[in-house]
């Protein structure tokens, strides 16, 4: 039977790690966290369920993620976020494919999010198709920071009908907060390339953002919810420009 390492990059994760390390243990033969030297009880936490435990200086959401592999014992590697849950299907989905054998080189998930009060299948969240379940040796964490992703060049992948949950902002502030976290993290990544026009980037994107969030993407018949939604999309877009401009053209006054 096959095993599987399961990696968790953490940051000031208490409130998230033990719900998330408990769903992974049915299926999991080790559990590797890569932290970066948080400040509240995420390792004190993280102990109860594994001794491999790295600290390393956050590099970058794909660099911090490739890194766990490197860490991971086994060549199956199960990757998960400390806001993620493995649901009950899942783990029992998993612990199928260990007793039958592997036959791909990787296996996607549907991800569903759960936003202010209920599930979000809209929006252009849900299915949100994520591979988790790879070889490390065929498989590894690309993108654009903090857009992540995992890529097999192989492109030999399966896919489980089971649902990755993810438990993302507990409410709006927290949701703003990490719209600005990875604005300013997006705006870096395309401050290393030339971008002409920001001004019409900074106009016209997020007002596709909206009609394609709100209308196209039905986030319109989820009412209220929705509509919070389709702006905070629309408003994410937006200040990644925004910070895009400061970053090209803000200068700080001489004193």
């Not at 766990?68 to 590697?77: L, P, T």
């Not at 849900?126 to 590894?140: S, T, V």
Request: hydrophobic letters at 35%; charged letters at 25%.
């Amino acid at each position: 039977m096959e095993k599987i390492s399961t990696t968790i990059i953490t940051y000031n994760e208490q409130d998230n790690i033990e719900k998330c390390l408990k769903s992974v243990l049915p299926f999991s033969d080790e559990i590797v966290v890569v932290d970066s030297f948080s400040t509240d009880k995420t390792i004190t936490i993280a102990k109860k369920y594994t001794k491999k435990i790295y600290k390393q200086k956050f590099l970058g959401h794909i660099q911090q993620k490739n890194l766990a592999i490197k860490k991971a014992k086994y060549n199956w590697v199960f990757a998960i976020d400390a806001d993620e849950r493995a649901s009950q299907k899942l783990q029992s989905c998993i612990l199928n494919l260990k007793k039958k054998g592997f036959e791909k080189s990787g296996y996607s998930v549907n991800r569903l999010t759960y936003y202010l009060t209920d599930w979000m299948k809209a929006g252009g969240w849900y299915p949100d198709k994520k591979i988790r379940l790879f070889q490390r040796e065929k498989g590894y964490w690309t993108g654009k920071n903090p857009h992540d992703y995992v890529k097999i060049p192989s492109g030999n992948v399966g896919k489980i009908k089971a649902d990755l949950l993810h438990y993302t902002y507990k409410d709006l502030t927290a949701h703003l907060e990490q719209i600005n976290k990875f604005a300013t993290i997006a705006a870096q990544e395309k401050g290393k390339k030339k971008t002409p026009f920001i001004i019409l980037h900074l106009f016209f994107n997020p007002i596709f953002k909206f009609i394609k969030t709100y209308f196209f993407q039905g986030a319109c018949l989820k009412r209220t919810r929705g509509l919070i939604f389709s702006v905070m999309a629309s408003f994410s877009v937006f200040m990644k420009y925004a910070k895009l401009w400061e970053l090209k053209n803000g200068k700080n006054p001489k004193k």
